[in-house]
């Protein structure tokens, strides 16, 4: 399978604190993207990282990527319980096709 | 960015029956695509949808099953095809617009087959 990795595969943190996800993958890439599913619903963009940038920042999430060891990771700072969702990164080959990492599922309890 | 919407969002269907699942964009894009979310899994990448071609399936799907249309550069169906409860999943439309590379997902369709 192509399919990327996560890791942790569940990740439960207070209110406040930060929250780090990890995404490796296995083939070169054009981009990853970050996003956000909360109860199985649709996925929300977060961010997009290009192949030539290390690291992105959007509001509380920062984003870097690791070309030579094929890994990214997305920290949340100072979650909030309305983060609790699960995250998947995606990486777009240059084929226009995404593939799926397996998901983190983030818990922020108040 | 663009704008996606789905339906029905959700359905309950007898094993043998098809149903089909309509995806609308608020803009013309480039590349249609739809998911698979198989309960507690990942996204699966189903097919492309080309627009006045026949759609682009990834291993493990077939036409039969999955029958797309992409009459245009706003609109697709997918159609799930003499279902069964395996195929109990949500399907997601995806779209990528012009001139980016970021794809945006609609809300998804809620399947189940009982």
């Known amino acids: 399978s192509q399919q990327g990795e996560e890791d942790p595969q569940a990740l439960s943190i207070q209110e406040g604190e930060n929250a780090t996800m990890n995404c490796s993958y296995k083939t070169s890439i054009n981009n990853l993207q970050w996003y956000r599913q909360n109860s199985g619903r649709g996925l929300v963009h977060l961010i997009l990282i290009r192949s030539n940038e290390r690291e992105k920042h959007s509001g509380r999430l920062r984003v870097t990527l690791d070309t030579s060891k094929k890994s990214s990771s997305l920290l949340i700072t100072a979650s909030r319980a309305a983060d609790t969702a699960s995250y998947f990164c995606a990486t777009d080959d240059n084929t226009d096709k995404l593939i799926f990492g397996t998901g983190t599922r983030l818990q922020v309890f108040p | 960015s663009a704008v996606i919407s789905q339906k029905p969002s959700r359905d309950i269907c007898q094993r043998g029956t098809s149903l089909t699942i309509q995806c609308q964009v608020d803009s013309q894009v480039t590349m249609m695509f739809w998911y698979r979310q198989q309960p507690g899994q990942s996204l699966t990448l189903i097919a492309t949808?080309?627009?006045?071609?026949?759609?682009?399936?990834e291993s493990g799907f077939v036409i039969d099953k999955f029958p797309i249309s992409r009459p245009n550069l706003t609109f697709s169906t997918l159609t799930v095809s003499n279902m069964s409860p395996e195929d109990s999943s949500i399907y997601l439309c995806s779209a990528r617009p012009r001139l980016t590379d970021t794809q945006y997902f609609g809300p998804g369709t809620r399947l189940t087959v009982l």
């Open positions: 949808a080309n627009q006045g071609s026949e759609a682009t399936y």
